[in-house]
C-alpha cells in the first residue's frame, strides 16, 4: 500500500496532502500538538450527520429505529471494517510502543482513522464530496445493518432490553485504566437499577462499554436476533 493507492482506494486526492497525513497521524507517533484527534472529532460529527441523512430520507422508519440503525452503521466495529476494507491500517503513522502491540489492527485505531480521514475530506472539499464517498464505502454496511447483519451494537441492545420495564436504570462507571499511553486498557461496568453487573475492557471506553453491555446479555442469555 501507498498513500497514492489509499486515494485510488476512496476515489479522492488530495489537494491539501498535509491533511492527509495530518489524518493518518495517531497520538503515539509525534507531540500532542500534531494527531489526529481534532480531525476525528470533525469527522466523527460529519459520519454521524451523513448517515442521519441518509436514514431519513431513505428509510420510514420511527426515531427509535432510526437511532438504533445509526448507531449501528457508525459504531467502532463497522468503521473499522470499512477502514480494513481501504488498507487504511497500512499507512497509519504511530509510535514504536503502539506499533509493536498491533496497532495498525487495533479497531479502535483503525475507526478513529476512519472518522479523521473523513474530517479531512470535508474540509479539502465540501459536505457533498464527503458525503458522496462515505456512503460508497459503507454502502455494504449500510446494507447489512438494514438486514440486521451487521455487527451489533451491544449497548444499544442493552438498552433496549433493560427499557422493557420503563423504571430501569441504567448506566456505565469507569472502574480501571492500567497500561502506558500508548497501549492503555479501559475498564467499565454496567450499573443496573444501582447495583454493579458486568464489566468490560477494550482500548477506549466506548470498546469498555460494549464489551461490558455484550456481557451483560450473554449473562442474562438474551437473542441478539
Known amino acids: 500500500m501507498s498513500i497514492e493507492h489509499l486515494q485510488e482506494c476512496i476515489n479522492y486526492r488530495f489537494l491539501n496532502p498535509h491533511l492527509l497525513d495530518h489524518a493518518l497521524t495517531h497520538s503515539s507517533s509525534n507531540s500532542e500538538n500534531y494527531n489526529n484527534e481534532r480531525l476525528e472529532f470533525l469527522g466523527d460529527a460529519v459520519v454521524e450527520l451523513v448517515i442521519s441523512e441518509y436514514i431519513y430520507k431513505n428509510l420510514n422508519l420511527p426515531e427509535g429505529q432510526m437511532t438504533r440503525l445509526r448507531a449501528n452503521i457508525v459504531c467502532t466495529e463497522s468503521l473499522a471494517l470499512a477502514a480494513q476494507q481501504i488498507h487504511l491500517g497500512d499507512e497509519l503513522k504511530l509510535g514504536k510502543g503502539e506499533a509493536l502491540t498491533g496497532g495498525k489492527k487495533r479497531r479502535s485505531n483503525l475507526a478513529n482513522a476512519f472518522e479523521a480521514l473523513m474530517g479531512a475530506i470535508f474540509l479539502d472539499s465540501n459536505f457533498d464530496t464527503v458525503k458522496k464517498i462515505?456512503?460508497?464505502?459503507?454502502?455494504?454496511?449500510?446494507?447489512?445493518?438494514?438486514?440486521?447483519?451487521?455487527?451489533?451494537?451491544?449497548?444499544?441492545?442493552?438498552?433496549?432490553?433493560?427499557?422493557?420495564?420503563?423504571?430501569?436504570?441504567?448506566?456505565?462507571?469507569d472502574v480501571d485504566r492500567?497500561?502506558?499511553?500508548?497501549d492503555t486498557v479501559f475498564t467499565c461496568q454496567v450499573v443496573i437499577n444501582g447495583r454493579p453487573e458486568t464489566k468490560g475492557k477494550g482500548k477506549t471506553k466506548k470498546e469498555a462499554q460494549q464489551e461490558a453491555a455484550k456481557n451483560y446479555l450473554h449473562k442474562v442469555h438474551f437473542s441478539e436476533d
Open 178 to 182: 492500567t497500561g502506558p499511553e500508548h
Open 134 to 173: 462515505l456512503l460508497t464505502l459503507l454502502e455494504e454496511n449500510i446494507e447489512n445493518a438494514i438486514k440486521g447483519k451487521l455487527v451489533k451494537d451491544y449497548k444499544s441492545k442493552l438498552q433496549e432490553y433493560i427499557q422493557q420495564n420503563p423504571s430501569n436504570t441504567i448506566e456505565y462507571i
